[in-house]
């Protein structure tokens, strides 16, 4: 079973908003920081935002004041909230939780596609 699972993405057009879930098992909600990252084509996987387990949080200048993270303690689940997307944030949105090492994660998701129209 996935330790990590992202729900959420789509298609929109510019301007617009989406909001993606992460859904991780309770021993992982419980113990790691979990973080956001993506990759649009061509291009290298990058962080978007991260969220340690006591809820301090860290955005890529790219996203601050776009994109909020938070963590859902009903669902257990660490979700992004995007808006006043644009075309440079198209790409796979994946999730990725407890970092060791400094930049290496122990679990990922499969990643979920978003894409934003101009």
């Known amino acids: 079973q996935a330790q990590v699972m992202e729900s959420g993405g789509g298609s929109v057009q510019a301007g617009g908003s989406l909001k993606l879930s992460c859904q991780v098992n309770?021993?992982?909600?419980?113990?790691?920081?979990v973080a956001w990252h993506r990759q649009a084509p061509g291009k290298e996987r990058e962080l978007v935002s991260i969220?340690?387990?006591?809820?301090?949080?860290t955005y890529a200048d790219s996203v601050k004041g776009r994109f909020t993270i938070s963590r859902d303690n009903t669902k257990v689940t660490v979700d992004l909230q995007m808006n006043n997307l644009n075309a440079e944030d198209t790409g796979r949105y994946y999730c990725?939780?407890?970092?060791?090492?400094?930049?290496?994660?122990?679990?990922w998701g499969q990643g979920t596609q978003v894409s934003v129209s101009s």
């Open positions: 969220i340690a387990k006591d809820g301090s949080t």
């Open positions: 309770e021993f992982i909600f419980s113990t790691c920081g």
């Open positions: 990725a939780a407890c970092m060791y090492g400094g930049t290496y994660y122990r679990h």
